[in-house]
């Protein structure tokens, strides 16, 4: 059974850092498409970030570019989500999701979800 497993969630100031980590069982993170999303709560999931299975290439939604980094661990089979200068609108639920195809932004093209970690930050 596949499975993908946020962690790191929690409550951090403005302009902190968390890492998010996201750790697939049932499948290996080095031949999936595995991205980030987020949503809060009344408004819609959003793509955040995406790293593809092939040659390791990444690709950034506009609100992660220049604060965020998605990297992979093949050996840990591991998916982590680096954010730094935080802001509190980017308080959400981050969800983490694999398909075996595209790196794309779109929610529909992805079929396995973990369950989400929870961020908020404060201002």
């Known amino acids: 059974q596949m499975q993908l497993i946020e962690s790191g969630g929690g409550l951090v100031q403005a302009g902190g850092s968390l890492s998010l980590s996201c750790a697939a069982t049932?499948?290996?993170?080095?031949?999936?498409?595995v991205a980030w999303f987020r949503q809060a709560p009344g408004k819609e999931r959003e793509y955040v970030a995406g790293?593809?299975?092939?040659?390791?290439?990444?690709f950034y939604g506009e609100l992660a570019k220049g604060r965020f980094t998605i990297s992979r661990d093949n050996a840990d089979n591991t998916v982590t989500l680096h954010m730094n200068s935080l802001k509190p609108e980017d308080s959400a639920t981050y969800y983490c999701?694999?398909?075996?195809?595209?790196?794309?932004?779109?929610?529909?093209?992805?079929?396995?979800w973990g369950q989400g970690t929870q961020v908020t930050v404060s201002s």
């Open positions: 999701a694999a398909n075996r195809i595209l790196l794309t932004d779109e929610t529909a093209d992805y079929t396995v």
């Open positions: 049932g499948l290996s993170v080095s031949t999936y498409v």
């Open positions: 790293i593809g299975w092939e040659g390791g290439s990444t």
